[in-house]
């Protein structure tokens, strides 16, 4: 009698504690899951915000990065992830300090509980990060403002050391002319190293292709290369002085 008392109350502890337990181990798995996005996240907005930098400081029109990249990268991160959103790198400030950069990034992981009570649970987070202007700081890179109106903006080319005009792409002033350009992937696939002055394979290198018949990339060191052109934004070709080509921007 008394042994079968002792075991009644095991079971009736085993009746409450057990589903504690499961649901203890499954709240634990899924905080596991969730600081493991938020943390493959907080990287992917880190590592965007680098390439941006990185490029940034090759050429003068490289874009600023969009929000895009950062959204496809953390829904390609984890199965569970839905309904990203991120803002892109935009100017900021903090405690005094300007010249800082932001990121903003939110969205959803899905729970996939069976009864469907609380579907998914919502992340956001941000990165700040300050790039180098300058010991005294006087050197803005851009204003807000500009950083803003980039949504529609148009790419131009011009002579960074001759000329006073600013081109389309397909003008034939400019087509004869060797481009500026950062080496990636994609250029590799299209030209060869130059044999003749043998520039680098590493991407993010500035090399200069001949975009109507060249098929190697060269260095700026290189005889081929004399006269080149680069791209940057409509509106600082403007602000730095170059009218439209008459030509090709009628
Ligand atoms: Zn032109
Ligand atoms: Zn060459």
Same mark, same amino acid.
């Given at each position: 009698?008394k042994?079968?008392?002792k075991?009644?109350f095991?079971a009736?502890?085993?009746?409450i504690f057990l589903?504690? #337990?499961i649901?203890?181990v ?7 899951k969730y ?5 493959t996240a ?6 965007e915000?680098?390439? $941006? ?6 050429n003068?029109?490289a874009?600023?990065a969009?929000?895009f990249?950062v959204?496809?990268?953390?829904e390609d991160? $984890?199965?569970?992830?839905f309904d990203a959103e ?5 100017p900021?400030?903090?405690n005094?300090?300007?010249?800082l950069?932001?990121?903003?990034l939110? #969205? ?5 509980l ?8 919502g992340?956001s ?9 300058g010991?005294e700081?006087?050197n803005?890179p851009?204003?807000r403002?500009?950083f ?5 903006s148009e790419?131009?080319?011009v ?5 006073s005009?600013y081109?389309r792409?397909?003008?034939?002033f400019?087509?004869?002319y060797?481009?500026?350009v950062l ?7 299209k030209?060869k190293?130059c044999p003749?002055?043998n520039?680098?394979?590493?991407n993010g290198?500035?090399?200069?292709c001949?975009p109507?018949?060249?098929?190697a990339?060269?260095t700026g060191k ?7 052109v ?5 509106e600082e070709?403007e602000a730095r002085?170059?009218?439209a080509c008459?030509?090709?921007?009628p």
């Amino acid at each position: 009698m008394k042994q079968n008392s002792k075991r009644g109350f095991y079971a009736v502890e085993a009746a409450i504690f057990l589903p504690v #337990f499961i649901i203890f181990v499954l709240t634990a798995a899924f905080l596991m899951k969730y600081y493991a996005i938020g943390e493959t996240a907080v990287h992917i907005m880190g590592d965007e915000a680098s390439r $941006a930098s990185y490029e940034a400081c090759f050429n003068p029109a490289a874009p600023v990065a969009d929000g895009f990249k950062v959204k496809d990268r953390v829904e390609d991160s $984890a199965e569970a992830v839905f309904d990203a959103e991120s803002t892109g790198i935009y100017p900021y400030s903090l405690n005094g300090i300007s010249n800082l950069a932001r990121t903003d990034l939110s #969205f959803r992981i899905r729970l996939g509980l069976p009864l469907g009570i609380c579907d998914s649970f919502g992340y956001s987070g941000s990165v700040v990060y300050r790039g180098f202007v300058g010991v005294e700081g006087r050197n803005v890179p851009a204003s807000r403002s500009e950083f803003e109106e980039d949504k529609d903006s148009e790419t131009v080319w011009v002579f960074p050391k001759a000329g006073s005009r600013y081109h389309r792409e397909d003008c034939s002033f400019i087509k004869v002319y060797p481009r500026q350009v950062l080496l990636t992937s994609a250029v590799k696939r299209k030209y060869k190293p130059c044999p003749n002055c043998n520039p680098g394979r590493n991407n993010g290198t500035t090399v200069y292709c001949f975009p109507a018949a060249g098929k190697a990339y060269h260095t700026g060191k290189c005889p081929s290369v004399d006269k080149y052109v680069i791209s940057m934004e409509k509106e600082e070709a403007e602000a730095r002085g170059y009218t439209a080509c008459l030509k090709c921007c009628p």
